[in-house]
C-alpha cells in the first residue's frame, strides 16, 4: 500500500480533526479546510481530497444532529442549489488552479461586507424569503462545486433566519451531506480524484469522528453571542486567506 510522507500524513490527519470539530461544531469554517490544504497541494486536487474527509464528517455531524434540522428551509432551497452546482461544474472546465481560490474568495468577502446591513436584510428576507433564498442558494451551490467553500453563505443565511447554534449546526449538516452527495460524480468526471491518495486519505479519516466529538463538546460549551461572532469572524478569515493566495 503506497502512503504519503510522513509530513504529509501528519497533515491529512489535522485536517481530519480539523473536518470533525467544523461538521460537528462550526460549519461555516469548511472553507478554511480547502484553503489549508491546498497550499500544500494543487487546488484541484485539494477540492477533491477534502470532499472525502467532508462526506465522512458529514455522516458524523448528520447522525448528531438531524433531529435538529430546519427541514423545511432545506427544502425549498433545493433547487437553486442544484442549479448552483450545475453552473459550478460548468465553471470548473474553464477555471484554472490559480483563478478557483481568488473567485471564491471575492464571493464570501462580498457576503461577508454586508454583516453590517443584517438587520435591514432580514427585514428583505421576511418580505422577500424567495429571492434571498433563491439568492443564497445559486451562491453556495456554486461556491460549493468550485471551492467547498459554501459554509460562510449558508452561514450568513442561516442566521438571518435568527436559527439557534444546535438548529443551525443541525440544518447545515443535512444541507451539506446532501450538497457534497450530488458533487460526488461532477468531481469524478472533472478528475478531481487521485486515486494515489487514497490509502493516506482512509487510514487518517477515523479522526474526523474524534475531532467531531471536540466540536459537539464546544457547541454546548459556546454562547449563542459568541458563536455566531465566530462564524462570522471564521467566515471572513476564510475569504480573505482565499484572496491572498491568488497573490502568492
Same mark, same amino acid.
Given at each position: 500500500m503506497y502512503l504519503l510522507s510522513p509530513e504529509l500524513l501528519m497533515?491529512?490527519?489535522?485536517?481530519?480533526? &480539523? !473536518?470533525? &470539530?467544523?461538521?460537528? $461544531?462550526m460549519p461555516a469554517l469548511g472553507g478554511l479546510i480547502s484553503a489549508v490544504v491546498a497550499l500544500v497541494f494543487s487546488?484541484?486536487?485539494a477540492l477533491g481530497i477534502c470532499l472525502i474527509y467532508?462526506?465522512? $464528517?458529514?455522516?458524523?455531524?448528520?447522525?448528531?444532529?438531524?433531529? /435538529?434540522?430546519?427541514?423545511?428551509? /432545506?427544502?425549498?432551497?433545493?433547487? *437553486?442549489? &442544484?442549479t448552483g452546482i450545475v453552473i459550478g461544474g460548468v465553471m470548473l472546465s474553464f477555471l484554472d488552479d490559480r483563478n478557483l481560490g481568488l473567485a471564491i474568495g471575492l464571493m464570501v468577502m462580498f457576503l461577508v461586507s454586508l454583516e453590517p446591513l443584517r438587520p435591514k436584510l432580514t427585514e428583505l428576507a421576511i418580505y422577500y424569503p424567495k429571492s434571498?433564498? +433563491?439568492?443564497?442558494?445559486?451562491f453556495a451551490g456554486v461556491s460549493? +462545486?468550485?471551492?467547498?467553500?459554501?459554509? *460562510?453563505? !449558508?452561514?450568513?443565511?442561516?442566521l438571518l433566519l435568527k436559527l439557534d447554534k444546535k438548529t443551525f449546526v443541525g440544518t447545515s449538516s443535512i444541507f451539506f451531506i446532501t450538497?457534497? +452527495?450530488?458533487?460526488?460524480?461532477?468531481f469524478y468526471y472533472q478528475d478531481l480524484f487521485t486515486v494515489a491518495y487514497f490509502p493516506s486519505i482512509a487510514i487518517t479519516a477515523p479522526l474526523v469522528y474524534v475531532g467531531a466529538i471536540l466540536g459537539r463538546s464546544f457547541l454546548n460549551w459556546v454562547s449563542q453571542v459568541w458563536f455566531t461572532r465566530i462564524i462570522l469572524a471564521g467566515t471572513a478569515i476564510a475569504g480573505i486567506w482565499l484572496i491572498v493566495r491568488y497573490f502568492l
Open positions: 497533515l491529512l490527519a489535522v485536517v481530519a480533526l &480539523f !473536518t470533525g &470539530f467544523v461538521k460537528a $461544531g487546488p484541484r486536487e467532508l462526506l465522512v $464528517g458529514d455522516c458524523v455531524a448528520v447522525s448528531f444532529y438531524w433531529r /435538529l434540522a430546519h427541514l423545511s428551509e /432545506l427544502k425549498k432551497m433545493i433547487m *437553486p442549489v &442544484f434571498v433564498r +433563491t439568492g443564497s442558494g445559486l460549493t +462545486t468550485i471551492g467547498n467553500a459554501a459554509g *460562510p453563505i !449558508t452561514a450568513l443565511y442561516f450538497v457534497n +452527495t450530488t458533487k460526488l460524480p461532477i
